[in-house]
């Protein structure tokens, strides 16, 4: 076909001179900014200078609101790390529990499977809190194994409570990551004469693993962000450590910088776990 | 009625399973008051929090970027920090900072009582999730269809009324009910604050007549019915706005 000469006088058939849009361009970086790396910086560097402004209007008589946020940083610092080692340990219990439960469901008996999706569904659709109420309150204090007695402290009681809601979590992903692997796998492995649990070893959870990953750290996010609940039940974390300093401060300007440090430690450690996340969900998006 | 009562109140006096709610009126007036909170608290968050997407959803499509920049902070900031600190984040600290009004008795009150914000502060935390699920709605809205509206002279606001958004809503809406489960769910978090709500009913309960084992598992039934509502609703509202042929 012949390119349209550039001399006609027909407007229609002009190639269409598009208006520069510098101001769009500028938008599209600016976004993707924020969606980069460096808004992390900006959002903690923002928060910091917003505290240091306030700190600015203080009366000149008592210590400064940043030297008292600063000053109060590491205990609350301890806390959240509190808080990090009950998200881990909740976890690991979780996932373990979770990854039986999970196969439970995929399982060839009937009652096996019936009664792991009314575990997983009970779970997973009740309120976190009231699964740690429902922890906190119905484990006993303490049990007797033969002849010794082993107390169970608050903070275990919570891991075990956070750890319900996790476990019927994970069960979800673990069938959702096997059934997302074609049953042509299951089939072909069938007619290689492989067992069910060497198809299931050593074909299909192999390749599922790498989905279940990015649902699973989300999951963990979410749990970080949940185990400030301990404070509603009693245990001394991260959340009741901040109100603590509130009340030994007794100073209502306080209230705003502190739970704006309580917040911008939660989100310098969920952040970074949301971006990785979505990086790993680009990066395993195959096709199988 | 009578027998039910008289059932549960003999299961107490012979077993020791003392569901108090079935046969004490006053203690199943607290639990239904709890109740009704909660379905109203809920409604009121799910409304507000689907506006709360629907509008960041549209600012995020907007041709400033300034705009664009500060929907994804919102949501970044909601996503990634614990529901309950921004709870006590706008309830002590927020609240602190605003004016206090004087209420009809003459006595100084906040400007927002606790109810008021649980109700602010979960429509945002749910409303970024929204913001996100009705943008990914948006996005497998295909271009072809937006640009077609145009050419047919709609503007902007008019293809997002008519035409991209019942589209992209009808692709969102699996996403959207998993969020808004998640939305009731986090309601009890309200207790914290002192909201009458279910959780703070059930604990007033277990507290005074001390059977936490029977009012846990009524509380743990009572929230799993209303998921399965939510849910059995979210289902019915998806069959019913199927187009038959469009599968998205």
Avoid at chain 1, 33 to 47: M, Q
Avoid at chain 1, 104 to 123: C, D, E, K, M, N
């Amino acid at each position: 076909m012949k390119p349209v000469a550039n001399g006609s006088d027909l407007p229609v058939l002009l190639p269409i001179r598009l208006p520069a849009l510098p101001a769009s361009e500028f938008g599209d970086r600016l976004v993707a900014f924020f969606a980069s790396r460096r808004a992390f910086v900006a959002i903690v560097v923002l928060a910091a200078s917003s505290v240091a402004a306030a700190a600015a209007a203080d009366a000149p008589m008592r210590p400064g609101i940043f030297e008292t946020v600063l000053k109060w940083a590491p205990l609350i610092g301890t806390g959240f790390l509190f808080n990090l080692a009950i998200s881990v340990a909740s976890m690991m219990v979780g996932t373990l529990a979770g990854v039986l439960l999970g196969l439970g469901q995929i399982s060839l008996l009937r009652p096996v499977r019936a009664i792991s999706w009314v575990a997983t569904q009970f779970f997973r659709n009740s309120p976190w809190l009231v699964l740690l109420f429902f922890a906190m309150f119905l484990l006993p204090f303490e049990i007797r194994i033969g002849g010794f007695v082993v107390s169970l402290p608050a903070w275990f009681k919570a891991i075990i409570g956070l750890a319900l809601p996790v476990m019927a979590n994970v069960a979800e992903i673990v069938r959702g990551g096997i059934n997302s692997v074609p049953v042509g796998q299951w089939e072909s492995a069938e007619s290689l004469a492989f067992s069910r649990m060497q198809t299931l070893w050593r074909i299909i959870l192999p390749q599922a693993v790498k989905r279940m990953i990015p649902p699973w750290m989300n999951l963990y996010a979410i749990l970080t962000m949940a185990t400030t609940l301990i404070s509603v039940v009693g245990i001394q974390d991260a959340m009741t450590l901040t109100r603590g300093a509130l009340v030994a401060e007794a100073r209502t300007e306080l209230y705003l910088p502190f739970y704006s440090l309580l917040l911008l430690y939660f989100f310098a450690y969920c952040y970074p776990i949301a971006r990785l996340t979505q990086r790993l969900e680009r990066r395993y998006a195959v096709k199988l | 009625m009578q027998a039910i009562a008289d059932w549960f109140k003999w299961l107490a006096n012979a077993h020791g399973i003392n569901v108090s709610i079935a046969y004490d009126a006053f203690d199943r007036t607290r639990f239904l008051t709890g109740l009704s909170t909660t379905v109203w608290l809920s409604v009121v968050c799910i409304v507000l929090s689907i506006f709360v997407g629907l509008v960041g959803a549209w600012f995020q499509g907007a041709r400033s970027p300034l705009v664009r920049a500060c929907v994804a902070a919102f949501v970044q900031f909601f996503r990634n920090t614990p529901p309950l600190v921004q709870l006590a984040f706008f309830y002590f600290a927020v609240s602190a900072a605003l004016p206090m009004v004087t209420d009809p008795f003459g006595q100084k009150v906040p400007l927002v009582n606790n109810v008021g914000w649980a109700i602010i502060s979960f429509s945002l935390f749910a409303g970024a999730f929204n913001i996100e699920i009705f943008r990914s709605g948006i996005e497998a809205v295909p271009s072809a269809t937006t640009e077609a509206a145009e050419a047919l002279g709609y503007t902007r606001v008019q293809s997002y009324v008519y035409v991209v958004l019942p589209l992209a809503f009808r692709i969102c809406l699996p996403a959207l009910g998993n969020n808004l489960v998640n939305l009731v769910k986090t309601t009890t978090l309200a207790y914290a604050i002192g909201v009458p709500e279910l959780l703070y009913a059930a604990a007033q309960v277990w507290s005074e007549v001390l059977n936490v084992r029977e009012m846990m598992v009524v509380l743990l039934i009572t929230y799993i019915v209303i998921v399965a509502v939510l849910v059995g609703v979210m289902q019915r509202w998806e069959r019913m706005l199927r187009i038959p042929g469009y599968n998205a």
